[in-house]
């Protein structure tokens, strides 16, 4: 009886030892083969809005970005994405090899276990009350990154991940994209007529939000953070438009890109490298990316043919809109598509087409836009 039950448990062992074997030779390979990540984490404003903002603010009639012909590239419909087709956040996960990272908000309450975005389209890093008491309006989203970290831990994690266990190594097998945040601080206030030595001194408090997010996910253990800088704004047909200015010195010569707004916006990317370099020093076993969006997209802004932008890279694709061509319409939700987006940068004078977010996108994963590089062998 003893010697045949011992012999059963051995039996057992050599099985589940056998087994253990095999499932972790498969779980190597499969890693391996596919991706370092099993999932994206996304945060951030309409540059990562992979669809959230339809179904967390439903608006009647649909907001501008929920009509054609936003999403007419490569969904055929609109996604809630703000763009004709996929963004960066989108182009990353297919070089990683994982699905599109679905959107918190999806109306289904089904995100778990896999990618999820808690990017907001019009989010701001800080929160209302800041802009509230220096008097700038925020039109469209009233969610700033700390309401979509709390989304995270206090609507997402406990619904998916019960065990402290099984939110580290969710964790810490994702790559947990912070941003672009920020933007919108500025956007807002800037376009609003606030002057560039006020909205500069939001600076520092945005610096210290983003920073302030990416120290609380290291300690619910995240180990990849991407964080992603400005794109060059004074190259965007909605500010070159709103400050259009007589004097040439005003005007980068190589892009026709305004000087001033693109200086601002590095201010904002030194600021938040500098910081990024700072937290990655107290957690050596984090790494902490540095996605510089600026110099990837400046890539276009100074050779658009090279990248197949034919109509160049400043203007939006309204014939009869002023010189940037921004169909005001567009933001209404009544404009015409553009016939061809893939030859030009500016989708509707804010955002940018899929084709530039590809070519950023590409820069990041491939051309080593990223400091330090993104691992090559995981895309
Ligand atoms: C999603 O979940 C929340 C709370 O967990 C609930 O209030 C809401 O009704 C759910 N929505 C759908 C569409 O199931
Ligand atoms: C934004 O949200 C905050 C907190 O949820 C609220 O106090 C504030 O009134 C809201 N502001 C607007 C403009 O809706
Ligand atoms: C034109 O802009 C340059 C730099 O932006 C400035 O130094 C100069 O004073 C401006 N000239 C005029 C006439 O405003
Ligand atoms: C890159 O990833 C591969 C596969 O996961 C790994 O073996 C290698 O050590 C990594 N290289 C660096 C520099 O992290």
Redesign the pocket.
């Known amino acids: 009886m003893a010697s045949s039950s011992s012999y059963s448990t051995i039996h057992h062992i050599t099985f589940f030892l056998f087994l253990f074997l095999i499932l972790s030779y498969q779980t190597k390979r499969a890693?391996?083969s596919s991706s370092?990540f099993k999932s994206i984490i996304g945060f951030g404003d309409s540059l990562a809005d992979t669809g959230n903002l339809p179904h967390l603010y439903p608006s009647e009639p649909p907001l501008f970005f929920e009509m054609p012909p936003y999403g007419e590239t490569f969904f055929h419909h609109p996604t809630g994405r703000c763009s004709d087709g996929r963004l960066i956040i989108d182009f990353i996960a297919q070089y990683m090899g994982l699905p599109l990272v679905p959107p918190f908000y999806d109306g289904k309450n089904s995100s778990g276990g896999g990618s999820v975005n808690f990017a907001v389209a019009g989010a701001t890093a800080l929160p209302d009350s800041f802009f509230v008491s220096r008097g700038v309006e925020v039109r469209h989203a009233n969610i700033s990154l700390v309401d979509q970290l709390r989304w995270f831990k206090d609507k997402f994690l406990p619904k998916f991940y019960h065990k402290p266990s099984d939110r580290q190594n969710f964790l810490k097998a994702s790559m947990v994209l912070v941003g672009e945040i920020g933007g919108n601080d500025y956007n807002h206030a800037l376009l609003g007529g606030k002057s560039k030595e006020l909205v500069g001194t939001f600076v520092p408090k945005v610096v210290g939000v983003i920073s302030s997010a990416i120290r609380d996910l290291i300690k619910l253990g995240a180990a990849t953070l991407v964080v992603p800088g400005n794109l060059p704004i004074g190259c965007s047909a909605t500010y070159l438009t709103q400050f259009k200015s007589s004097n040439q010195s005003d005007y980068d010569p190589k892009t026709g890109c305004l000087n001033w707004l693109n200086k601002f916006a590095r201010y904002h990317n030194n600021m938040l490298r500098a910081e990024v370099d700072r937290i990655q020093k107290k957690h050596p076993h984090t790494?902490i990316i540095y996605a510089d969006y600026y110099n990837a997209a400046m890539r276009f802004y100074l050779s658009p043919h090279k990248y197949g932008f034919a109509k160049g890279a400043l203007a939006a694709c309204c014939p009869k809109c002023g010189p940037y061509k921004v169909d005001t319409r567009v933001l209404e939700g009544g404009a015409k598509a553009c016939k061809d987006p893939s030859q030009y940068v500016s989708w509707d004078g804010l955002h940018l087409t899929e084709a530039a977010y590809r070519v950023i996108a590409k820069g990041l994963i491939k051309q080593s836009y990223t400091i330090p590089p993104i691992?090559?062998?995981?895309a």
């Open positions: 890693c391996a370092c790494k691992n090559s062998s995981c």
